[in-house]
């Protein structure tokens, strides 16, 4: 046996350079095997965690895909019937929106007795009748989706707690960010938005934001500086006012 061949045979297949040409690289395979286990999350997120090339695609490909699987007409919508442009804050980020919620912590304008850790939910449903409800009358010519809000016990003598997620189409030109920059209303550099990890770029504490929703008596909430994802809690009545 020649010294090339003894090589050959000693070389581990982990050893051997990745291939572009590898079934699980090409895209149409990927796409094929996530249509047929309906874009399963769990799934998507280890695919996205194995090496750089599949993260790549997964943030290129996969998480739009995902998006539009699970909500077309909201994708649709957010993308001017582009579905496959591009979405401030990345697909990515609007899937983690989609199934997480991102907890809550006492803020300046909304306190809490104890923080809710972050969290992955079932299912949300975006809605932007909900998301209308939420904006001030003079500003609810904006394109706002809220997701039902993800409501926790605080205990038997406090209100539950529902945290909701939402996104705007526009947020840069909408008439909610330019009444609340108008305010001048303080925000911390230090608060990040739990999706895309981008700064805080306003603070809705009152003003743009609607508080004379059915069934709440506090609303606060955050949007970062894609201008696209916002994060926010309300304070519940009680099961009774909600039905």
């Given at each position: 046996?020649?010294?090339?061949?003894r090589?050959?045979?000693?070389?581990?297949?982990s050893d051997?350079?990745?291939?572009?040409?590898?079934?699980?690289?090409?895209?149409?395979?990927?796409?094929?095997?996530?249509?047929?286990?309906?874009?399963?999350?769990?799934?998507?997120?280890?695919?996205?965690?194995?090496?750089?090339?599949?993260?790549?695609?997964?943030?290129?490909?996969?998480?739009?895909?995902?998006?539009?699987?699970?909500?077309?007409?909201?994708?649709?919508?957010?993308?001017n019937?582009?579905?496959?442009?591009?979405?401030?804050?990345?697909w990515?980020?609007?899937?983690?929106?989609?199934?997480?919620?991102?907890?809550?912590?006492?803020?300046?304008?909304?306190?809490?007795?104890?923080?809710?850790?972050?969290h992955?939910?079932?299912?949300?449903?975006?809605?932007?009748?909900?998301g209308?409800?939420?904006?001030?009358?003079k500003?609810?010519?904006?394109?706002?989706?809220?997701?039902?809000?993800?409501?926790?016990?605080?205990?038997?003598?406090?209100?539950?707690?529902?945290?909701?997620?939402?996104?705007?189409?526009?947020?840069?030109?909408?008439?909610?960010?330019?009444?609340?920059?108008?305010?001048?209303?303080?925000?911390?550099?230090?608060?990040?938005?739990?999706?895309?990890?981008?700064?805080?770029?306003?603070?809705?504490?009152?003003?743009?934001?609607?508080?004379?929703?059915?069934?709440?008596?506090?609303?606060?909430?955050?949007?970062?500086?894609?201008?696209?994802?916002?994060?926010?809690?309300?304070?519940?009545l009680?099961?009774?006012?909600?039905?």
């Amino acid at each position: 046996m020649s010294a090339t061949q003894r090589r050959r045979v000693n070389v581990h297949p982990s050893d051997e350079p990745e291939s572009d040409d590898s079934g699980i690289l090409k895209e149409g395979i990927l796409l094929l095997v996530f249509e047929s286990i309906k874009w399963d999350l769990q799934v998507l997120c280890l695919t996205a965690s194995v090496n750089r090339k599949l993260r790549a695609i997964a943030k290129r490909l996969l998480w739009r895909k995902l998006c539009v699987f699970r909500a077309p007409c909201m994708v649709a919508a957010l993308a001017n019937g582009a579905p496959n442009g591009r979405i401030g804050g990345g697909w990515d980020a609007l899937a983690k929106l989609m199934f997480f919620c991102s907890g809550c912590e006492s803020t300046r304008h909304f306190i809490v007795s104890r923080a809710i850790p972050g969290h992955f939910t079932r299912a949300s449903r975006f809605s932007k009748t909900s998301g209308r409800s939420f904006l001030a009358k003079k500003c609810r010519g904006d394109l706002l989706f809220v997701s039902d809000p993800c409501e926790h016990p605080m205990g038997d003598k406090e209100d539950d707690l529902g945290i909701f997620r939402g996104v705007f189409r526009g947020f840069m030109r909408s008439k909610t960010r330019a009444c609340l920059l108008r305010r001048q209303v303080p925000f911390d550099e230090r608060v990040r938005c739990p999706y895309c990890g981008t700064r805080e770029d306003v603070d809705g504490d009152d003003d743009g934001v609607n508080e004379e929703l059915s069934g709440y008596n506090e609303v606060d909430g955050d949007a970062c500086s894609h201008q696209t994802v916002t994060n926010g809690s309300t304070s519940s009545l009680g099961e009774d006012v909600l039905g």
